[in-house]
């Protein structure tokens, strides 16, 4: 229940494609999902993150999609560019946990290449 | 960038050897993890830190210890390293806790190969 499955584990597009990354959970009390970028050789920095009172969210060419209802929420990469090639993770919290059960509950990354 | 510094960067050991990374911080920040990255596996926590001398157990914490003495150093011990434990290790740290949504800073990894 604590598990969050990412998928695609990897994903090759076109540079102007639309990757799409899915995620999903079982443990309903989660509230909060960052999304994680990290460059090869780098450790991971936080892209954006979403809460569940908002359906989507946006920063520049990407965007957090949320369903509740499905428990599952996506990162979509408008106009992707070369550079955005990395990899990608997912995760999951609660506020509604204290100490270790509280942390973040990371997805297994997908590793998202953009060909020029 | 987050003022996080790990030491070494890469360390090639034995079976049996114990290993200590060092992460060694400037911002202040009382949160400090400690995490492993294995391919197909993602990020994993191994302990983590809410303040001096204040430590947890993350998910895969058999097999590792950790000290924290001082705001800015966490440290990850490894007493008889074991090839399963070849890895890349991050260190991370963040203002608030990960349950308030506290955004992690991460260092750049130590990579650690146990023969």
């Known amino acids: 229940q604590q598990q969050v499955k990412q998928s695609p584990q990897s994903l090759i597009v076109q540079k102007g494609g639309i990757p799409i990354i899915n995620c999903a959970y079982e443990n309903t009390a989660f509230d909060y999902f960052p999304w994680y970028q990290q460059f090869p050789g780098k450790g991971p920095a936080l892209l954006i993150a979403?809460?569940?009172?908002?359906s989507e969210k946006k920063e520049g060419r990407f965007t957090i999609s949320f369903n509740k209802s499905a428990k599952q929420f996506s990162l979509h990469i408008m106009d992707s560019q070369p550079g955005d090639s990395a990899t990608y993770f997912c995760?999951?919290?609660?506020?509604?946990?204290?100490?270790?059960?509280?942390?973040?509950?990371f997805g297994k990354g997908t590793k998202l290449s953009v060909k020029p | 960038d987050a003022g996080i510094t790990q030491s070494p960067r890469h360390k090639v050991t034995e079976t049996g050897t114990p290993v200590t990374l060092r992460c060694h911080q400037t911002?202040?920040?009382?949160?400090m993890y400690w995490y492993r990255q294995d391919p197909g596996h993602g990020l994993r926590l191994i302990h983590y830190?809410?303040?001096?001398?204040?430590?947890d157990k993350g998910e895969v914490s058999d097999g590792y210890s950790v000290s924290r003495s001082k705001t800015e150093d966490f440290l990850l011990t490894l007493e008889s390293a074991t090839s399963s434990q070849t890895s890349v290790y991050f260190c991370?740290?963040?203002?608030?806790?990960?349950?308030?949504?506290?955004?992690?800073?991460f260092g750049e990894g130590s990579r650690l190969t146990v023969l």
């Open positions: 911002e202040n920040h009382r949160y």
């Open positions: 830190s809410y303040g001096v001398k204040d430590t």
């Open positions: 995760a999951a919290s609660s506020m509604n946990y204290g100490g270790s059960q509280g942390n973040l509950i």
């Open positions: 991370a740290i963040s203002e608030f806790g990960q349950d308030f949504g506290g955004e992690l800073f």
């Open positions: 979403i809460r569940p009172d908002v």
